[in-house]
DNA sequence: CCCGATGATAACCATCGGTTATCGATCCGG
DNA sequence: CCGGATCGATAACCGATGGTTATCATCGGG
């Protein structure tokens, strides 16, 4: 079976005539009835009756085309499908995200993303960058958020998209709430909220590096993400470095939020993928930081 | 798109392995991988993982299998039934029948057709031996049964069946009714209940023939069709001469129903068809006869 | 470190789909 | 009744392409 032929066969069908259905199919006439010559000779009846004056389909020829016609659409309908999903227009995209990214930057990546590919199916997980990075590896997603820096890795490629500023999270009654905007070194001997340094190892010594000059500070309380800390920061317990818009969409009462005075420290937020095994629709993804990035 | 590529493509998906999918589709080892990569051009994406130890597939092949097996089985499914339509097993047959074969040797050939080809599609229609001639011609049923002598018709082949033996109805008290057997020359002079000629001239002529030989009984009465034939001579309108077979399905009260002497007056069914023109299940039916018949 | 397994590549060949030229049949107008 | 036009079939030829064999490159394992 060919589809060619069948090609043939339905365009002789709609036209009941061989030379205007070879000129149809750009193709001459002398060919058009070879081929479906052998077409019939392949099924072992004629699909035709042919006068030189007449051409009709015969039984068998009224019974075949609409199968024949369903299955060149669906041939078709195939093609685009497979064309669509390799070109990253269709298909499935497992993307990870982080907790501290759905409000930032990556919201609006996943958004836009969303709006441009709607035939992709994105499946999204939250995690943490050290264990998306596992994903990633592990063949599970194809695409993830991450808080940089992250270590080298062969075949993995990180995006850079963007900074984020930090901000300080305080017990309502705290006294460097009485202060506008703060300065790293008010943090120097404070109790500190904080959160497992293997959730995003590149994130949490930058953050101490930056706010604490390298001397680590009092940590007097681990909580397994941001929610958890922020409740522990309204109880009082102690202080909290955080992404300010992540900040912004967990408005907890009895914390007081205040902003670095300039420059303000911040936090990156990046992609990796690995480019030699994703699907086209993870180019298509990344392609887009360029887009809303610039 | 070629149906080929796709079957290649599925084989290599079912063996992640291109020695024995080549194997298997009986063509060497390069070719496969020329066709598949040909493929993947025309996707546009790559199908396949390969290294020289591991063949897995893409995100794209993975999407593409499904569809691509579903599309091979229409495939197959359509060559299937275009090679049943094609050899007569299986799409649409119209027959035309008589009113008076269904009780007879046609009821045979029909029940054996329906069971040695429960595929085909048999549509029946119950006419009379001129009109089904004409529905012949005008290519509005494939084969017909006809009481035979009909003319010789261009493209129209006849078949002859076999004969059925004729008697005689008769009015429950009528004097020839006293008879066990009757002979051609008792029916002399008798009032007779008979039917149009144009509904089957050849039979309606070949009664005269052998029954009056040649002279026209006198018809007091002529009834569209045999039940209402019998009806009359219930009433005791006069006799009719029927087929045997046919009066046994009509059993009338009031009627008598006599044999002729031996060698009993016959009268003939046979087929017509169009050889040219016919679907192949049509070769197929007539064919039947030769079976049945022996 | 070499060997075996596996897919890719190279070079060649045959088949087949398509082309042009032409034929044969049918219908139509004069 | 004949000549031309229409249309599909046929013949002969050609080039693309799918398939072959031989060989290479890569990678994993003993």
């Given at each position: 079976?060919?589809l060619?032929?069948?090609?043939?066969?339905?365009?002789?069908?709609d036209?009941l005539?061989?030379?205007r259905?070879?000129?149809?199919?750009?193709v001459?006439?002398?060919?058009?009835?070879?081929?479906v010559?052998?077409?019939?000779a392949?099924?072992?009846?004629?699909?035709f009756?042919?006068?030189?004056?007449?051409?009709?389909?015969?039984?068998?020829g009224?019974?075949?085309?609409p199968?024949a016609?369903?299955?060149?659409?669906?041939?078709?309908?195939?093609e685009?499908?497979?064309?669509?999903v390799?070109?990253?227009?269709?298909g499935r995209?497992?993307v990870?995200?982080t907790?501290?990214?759905?409000?930032?930057?990556?919201?609006?990546?996943v958004?836009?993303?969303?709006?441009r590919y709607?035939?992709?199916d994105?499946?999204?997980?939250?995690g943490?960058?050290g264990w998306?990075?596992?994903?990633?590896?592990a063949?599970?997603?194809?695409?993830?958020?991450?808080?940089p820096?992250v270590?080298?890795?062969?075949?993995?490629?990180?995006?850079?998209?963007g900074?984020?500023?930090?901000?300080?999270?305080?017990?309502?009654?705290?006294r460097?709430a009485?202060?506008?905007?703060?300065?790293?070194?008010d943090?120097?001997?404070?109790?500190?909220?904080?959160w497992p340094r293997r959730?995003?190892?590149?994130m949490?010594?930058?953050?101490?590096?930056?706010?604490?000059?390298?001397?680590?500070?009092?940590?007097?309380?681990e909580?397994?993400?941001?929610?958890?800390?922020?409740?522990?920061v309204?109880?009082?317990?102690?202080?909290?470095?955080?992404?300010?818009?992540?900040?912004g969409s967990?408005?907890?009462?009895g914390?007081?939020?205040r902003?670095?005075?300039a420059?303000?420290?911040t936090v990156?937020?990046?992609?990796?993928w690995?480019?030699?095994?994703?699907p086209?629709?993870?180019?298509?993804?990344?392609?887009?930081t360029?887009?809303?990035g610039?």
């Amino acid at each position: 079976m060919d589809l060619r032929r069948l090609r043939y066969f339905c365009a002789v069908a709609d036209e009941l005539h061989f030379g205007r259905a070879a000129e149809r199919l750009s193709v001459a006439q002398p060919g058009l009835s070879q081929q479906v010559k052998v077409l019939e000779a392949e099924l072992g009846a004629p699909l035709f009756e042919r006068s030189s004056r007449r051409v009709a389909l015969t039984e068998v020829g009224r019974v075949l085309y609409p199968d024949a016609r369903a299955l060149l659409a669906a041939a078709d309908a195939l093609e685009e499908r497979a064309r669509a999903v390799a070109a990253g227009r269709a298909g499935r995209l497992r993307v990870h995200t982080t907790r501290s990214a759905p409000s930032g930057p990556a919201a609006e990546l996943v958004d836009s993303f969303r709006a441009r590919y709607p035939a992709v199916d994105l499946e999204l997980v939250t995690g943490f960058t050290g264990w998306n990075l596992e994903e990633l590896r592990a063949g599970r997603s194809d695409v993830v958020f991450v808080r940089p820096p992250v270590g080298p890795d062969a075949g993995v490629e990180v995006v850079y998209l963007g900074d984020e500023e930090l901000v300080v999270a305080l017990p309502a009654g705290h006294r460097l709430a009485a202060q506008r905007r703060l300065h790293p070194t008010d943090l120097e001997g404070e109790d500190v909220v904080s959160w497992p340094r293997r959730n995003a190892p590149g994130m949490h010594d930058r953050i101490e590096t930056e706010l604490w000059g390298g001397r680590p500070p009092r940590v007097v309380r681990e909580e397994p993400d941001d929610e958890q800390v922020l409740r522990a920061v309204a109880a009082g317990i102690g202080l909290a470095v955080m992404i300010g818009t992540r900040v912004g969409s967990l408005r907890f009462p009895g914390v007081a939020v205040r902003r670095f005075a300039a420059p303000a420290p911040t936090v990156g937020l990046a992609l990796a993928w690995r480019p030699s095994v994703a699907p086209p629709s993870a180019a298509r993804f990344v392609g887009l930081t360029g887009v809303t990035g610039s």
